[in-house]
Every structure is written in C-alpha cells, then in structure tokens.
DNA sequence: CATGAATGAGGATTCATTCAT
DNA sequence: GATGAATGAATCCTCATTCAT
C-alpha cells in the first residue's frame, strides 16, 4: 500500500512516463480491464519494475490516481487562490470555464474518475472517491456559504440540493467535454463555453438573491 | 448476426434468470471485466448455452442491454401515459419519483448505463447511448417544449442549457441512488426523495414563469 | 461403422445437398478441422440427423468418402470402356484429359484425396487408401501390362518404376489443378492440357518401344 | 510482427527440444487440428511461454517452418556444392538418394511440406509454399539447364513439362519414404534406393542425347 | 536495482455428441 | 424419424505475478 521509494527516486521524466502510459490504460479500459503488459510496453520499461515500484496492480493504480489527484489540487489552487472579488455566479462560470481547461489538458484523469464512479468493485474506490470528491465538494460548499453569508443568495434556498445541482452540472459538463454522445452541442469541446452563460442564467435566477 | 431464436423460446423463468445473472456481471463489472464463467454459474446453465444463445459475449451484452431497455421503456411509458394535467414542475417532480422507484426496482440497468457512459471502448457504445438517450432525452424536451407553449416557463429561458441541466440532475440523482458515495445525505435511497421539492424549488424559480 | 439405412431413404437431392456439404467441410479444412456446425448449416439439416444417419464424425466421414469415391469409379468406367483401339500412350493422354475432367467437375473429391494422402492420423485413413488407389493404380498397372504384351513398350522397362512414375505426374498433373503455386505455367487449369503432349513425348521415349 | 528475440536467446537444447515438438505436432496433424496444449506437454514447457515467444499459433508455426527451412537449405547446400563433374542423370540420382537421406533424417518436415500443400487455407500458405519451393525448383531448373547447355539432354526435350515431371517423381518418391501405403515395394524406405536405377533408366531414354 | 523469462489460472469461443420433445 | 437445445471438454490466447540473472 506504501509506494516503494525506489519510483520516487526515479528520474522524473521517467516517472511521468510511467505515470502517463498508466493513465492511459486505466482510463480507457477500466481497472479491471487495464493491461500491465500493454502499460509497460507503452511506457518502455520493463514489466518487473512496475512489481518492485508499486507491488501490485492496486498499488499502480493507486499511485496512478494520486499522481492525478495532485494535479487537480493544483487547478483547484488557482480557482481558489484567484482573489477574485466577485459574485458567486461569475465565480461559477470562471469554473466552469478551469474545468473545461482542465479536461482539456488532462481528459484522462476525468475519465479515470468516470471510471471509479460506475464501477462498485473498484479497488480503493470508496478511499479515492470520498478523497477526491472531498476536494471538489468542499469547495463549492465553502463558494455557497460565503455567498449566503454576503447575501448573494436567496434565504431560503436549499442548500444541500443546490450544493447536488451543482454537482451534477459541473460533472456532467466536464464529462460531456471528454467522452462523446451526451448531447447534440455538447459533443463538441470548443463550442461548450458557449453554454455556460445560460447555465449562469438558469442558477441566478434559480438561487440568486436579485429583485427582478 | 440475426439473433438466434433459441434464446427467445426458452421457458420465461430461465430466460430471466440468465438476463438476470447477466445483468449483475456487466453492471458490476463492465463490459470487459465481466466474466461468462462467474454468469453461467450464476445462472446455473452450461457455458455452451450462452454462445449458442447470443453467438458472443457483444452478442449477450446487446441482449441484456435490449431486455433492461424494454424495462426502461415501460417505465416511461407509465409517465408517458400519465394524463395529469399538471404543470412542468410537478410534473418533473414526479419523474424524479419514478426514476427513484425504477433504480430502486432496477438498481443494475442503471450501472450499467453507467458503464455505457464512462466506458469509451465498450463494443456498441454508441449505437447503445443513442439508443436510450434517445428514450429520455427526447421526453424532457417534449416536456419542455409543451410547457414553453402553456407559458409555464420564462420566455427568455436558454432552452439548451436548461435541457442539459436537467438530464444532469436526473442522471446524478440516479445514480446517486444506485451507488454509495456520491453525498452525504444522498446515499440512502429511502431518504432521497425529501430532495425533490427542493430540487424543484429551485428549478422553478430559474425556469419558471411566476410573477413572485 | 455401417451405414444405418436411414440415409439411404432420403429423397436423392437432399441426400446430395448432405454429401456436398460434408465434402466442402471435409475437403477445405481436412478432418479434424472440419466443423459439423458449419457443414449442418451449409445443408440446412439438423445437427441430430448427422448422427442419425452416421453415427459419428467418422461415420459421416466415411460415408462422404464412399460417395466420392462411386465418382472416381464412374469416371474410371468411362475411361475403362472407351473401346479405343490406340497405343498406350495416345491413352495416357486420355487418361490426363479425363482426370482434368474429373477436377474440374469436383475438385472437391480431390483435394480430399490429398488431406488423405498427408494426415497421418486421420481415422480409416489405410482402409480409404488402399480402397482408393487400388481403383486408379490397378487401373495403371493394367494398362502396362497389356501394352507390354502389345509390345508398345520396350522389354526392359523396369515395370515398378514406370507404374510409379505415372502415378507421380498423374497426382501431380491433378493436383496442380486443384491448388495454386505448384508452379507457374500450371496454376491455371485452363492452359495445363497444352502442356499433356510435352509429358507424352517424354515418357514415349524413354518407355516406348520405337525405333528412332 | 516482428518476431520477438526471446525465443533465439534460449538455450540450444530448450530451443530445439521446443521445435522439435512442434515440428511433431504440426506435421501429424496438420496446421488446424495440431493442438498447443500436447505441445507444450510434450516440450515441457508452460502454455504461456509459446505465446511469449511466438506470439500466437501462427507465429509458432512460421518459426517450425523457417526451422525446417534452414535443415532443407542445409541439404541443398551439401548437394549444390558437390563439384561432381558428371552428367545430369547421375547427378539427379544423388539428388534422390540425398533427399531420402533427408526424409530418413527429418521425416517430419516432409510431411509439413505435404501439409502445406494439400491444405488451402493453411495461413501464410503461399508465402510459406513459394519460398521453399524456390529453393527445389529453382535447383533443378539450373540443372536442367545446364545440362541442355552441356548438350546432355535432346534438343527438342520440353523444358516445363521435363522439369514438371521431375518434381513430381522427387515428391512422390519423398512422399513414399515418409508416409506408408503409397505402393508395394515403396513402403519400405530401406528398399526405395533400389528404385532409383530404374527411375534413371527411364528418364535417360525420356529425355536424354544417347544414341542407341 | 533492472530485467524479462516462466508460469498457470482464467478469459472467450468452438465443437462433437446426447437426448428429450 | 427429425429436431435443436444442452453440455462440458478442449481450443487459442492474455494476464498478473514471481524470481533468477
């Protein structure tokens, strides 16, 4: 369970390789499904050094998911560390908008974590779902609050099913971004920015605070 | 090519046992990770059996996904058919209802429309998701459009975007339902309707067309 | 081992349709490769008539054997009763033109002739061998004999050898005629009979009995 | 596709210990009926490992082929460079003698090249047949040649059908010597060199410049 | 520490044969 | 007599894991 420091002190181009040709597998076939012995032969190296570094398939898999659980924290850094001074909504659309940048550049991890939703015998899947989800839910809990707290919503809005609705936005929007079919106008990564005022349109007006 | 017919004349209560025991496979596992082995000892029938059914495991996956889509469909069709003269909102509190007594009813159909989402090299995946999507999609934006033409929703309503937003709540609320971890509050079945009018609370004052 | 008599009741063309079947399986893949299912299925018969009928693989087999080899005797007949009054080796060439005949209208029969010849280990093989080449070999061996009483061939032709020889380019010539890439300038079935007088020529000279 | 080098790294004796088992199983049976799991058994080796080396069945198969090649060319060596001054006759008298020499030696590989012919849908067939053909063929038509340059041979000898015919009696007679019930007198492979004579005899007069 | 050869369990699939209808 | 569903052994092949070098 304990990653064998003997990867960690691995060069680091060498390190992402691995990582990256993981990733690869795991998102697209599923943890099951993955092949080490396609894993290694993407990644050039050879198949008894996956053992020695992460001691089994789980272990991969787990190193796999916190390597890319590090580079969501760093995306939702820049979110939370952005000073802006704004209204809860136009705080929405801006991540809205770092969620499509981030499935942009790592459509892999979103879809690794499709995976680990929808398959209940995933190894570690309670461990990684509630810490991977601890970071995206805290935070647009603490984005509500704050907006109660200066008035930007309405008094009486349910917060826990605001907190669900959006949720279930921001995850469908960022799974429509990476796997296609959900939807004419929505297949398309380009164009999905297009929609986020709408959204905004809808969830003000749904949760908002404004006198008409 | 043809699906054999051998299938189709079997006694009703082995067939449902086989599609029973077929079903919790692939919704547990997915596609590829399913195994026939573990199924046909499920179903307590030969291994033979399946191939001379189904032709190949693609074959059996479609028959199973056909069978859970009739079942869908049925369902449906009880909200179809529901004659309440109501306005949008209730009527898509009910809907919520309905999808809750489904996956309560049929818990492994809507994994496995999960597996079907997040798996992208699933054989038939998209022939399949267009499929029912169509089934439900289609609903919402006919609910859509009619309460457009009674004025039950706002003129200026981003129609897109609210279609989207609901299929997202719908879908997350779901699968919610089906499998653990997805919310504190929202992983028991029994008290997830209490959400509902507070979804609908929501989505009528950014949908709706009241004057406050 | 004996036929059951069941078969034998069969209206002629569904008898026919059974053999045709059985030879095409047989003869393209050889007999442990041949497959029961696919040659039912070619037939439109059911699987349990198979073994009504022959009792087994071998049986059909067997069977599918004898049914061939009533062909080779009906075309050996023809040849046989040919009353000609000609020199053996304006026969020989007969002989060849007969047997391209004969591949030409059931190249089947031979190439199953040929997975008898190279398998080892193929059931009744002996038994078919012998019964089959007995047909073609005596049929050869006569015909030297009488031209050796004839005097068309020379006294001191060594008679084993010459038997053997013609055998080996009458299977050869055949076989040629039946497969590709034995040899250009004889894949193609339609220009192999040029090539009849040339082998005449050769073997006139080096068995017959002329004076230069 | 590109055969992986494990395999030449192996010890000798493993190595051929491995083909030579294979070599067993694909010439009693054949291509499609020869089975990896006697194999294997009979190599002493793991399942696996087979696929390891040779990727799959066919891989395997053309690995025994190109083995058997090198042992035929080694013979064709031993034959092409023997600076014999005689005539040609003489000269495809030792040809006999070595090929039996050969079939006593590697009696499977000519039944491998008798599989190899007599089955259509054997994979890499025609490759398979060209290339080895070349190195018999090619052989003899240079003989022929030079021997027609020598004047050792008539002037108006048919060429293709002289060479035609020598195939055909080198195959049959290797045929003989490797596979019973070809012929009385033939069977037994001590006694086939006696044949050899009287086969020259015939094709001296056939195709020779002797006068009488 | 890195390598990659060895292994056998398990995967999907095909097959000849049996037998109840 | 004809049918075709049921069966399980055997097929080729993939895989995670181990371990000697």
Redesign the interface.
């Known amino acids: 369970m304990i990653p064998n420091t003997t990867f960690e002190r691995l060069p680091e181009e060498k390190k992402e390789r691995i990582m990256q040709a993981a990733l690869m597998e795991f998102a ?6 993955a092949s080490i012995n396609r894993m290694v032969e993407k990644a050039g190296i050879a198949k008894g050094s996956v053992f020695q570094y992460f001691g089994d398939k789980e272990g991969l898999f787990a190193a796999v998911f916190a390597h890319s659980l590090e580079k969501v924290k760093d995306e939702l850094r820049k979110v939370r560390d952005n000073p802006a001074r704004t209204d809860i909504f136009t705080r929405l659309a801006q991540i809205l908008h770092t969620g499509l940048d981030f499935t942009r550049t790592h459509p892999l991890i979103y ?1 690794l974590y ?2 680990l ?5 995933m190894p570690l ?2 461990f990684l ?2 810490r991977i ?1 601890k970071e995206g ?1 805290d935070f647009l809990a603490e984005l509500l609050e704050k907006a109660a707290d200066r008035g930007e919503i ?1 008094r ?3 917060m ?6 959006l ?3 921001m ?3 960022l ?2 971004s990476v ?5 004419e ?2 297949s398309d990564k380009k164009t999905m920015e297009n ?1 986020i ?3 905004m ?7 908002g605070n404004k006198r ?1």
Do not use: C, V, W
């Open positions: 697209e076939k599923g943890y099951a499904a879809r499709t995976h939703l929808s398959t209940p015998d899947r309670n779902l509630t989800r839910k309405r009486d809005l349910p826990q099913e605001a907190l669900f609705l949720e279930a936005l995850d469908r929007f799974l429509a796997l296609p079919y959900l939807g106008g929505f929609h005022p709408g959204f349109d809808i969830l003000e007006k749904g949760m008409p």
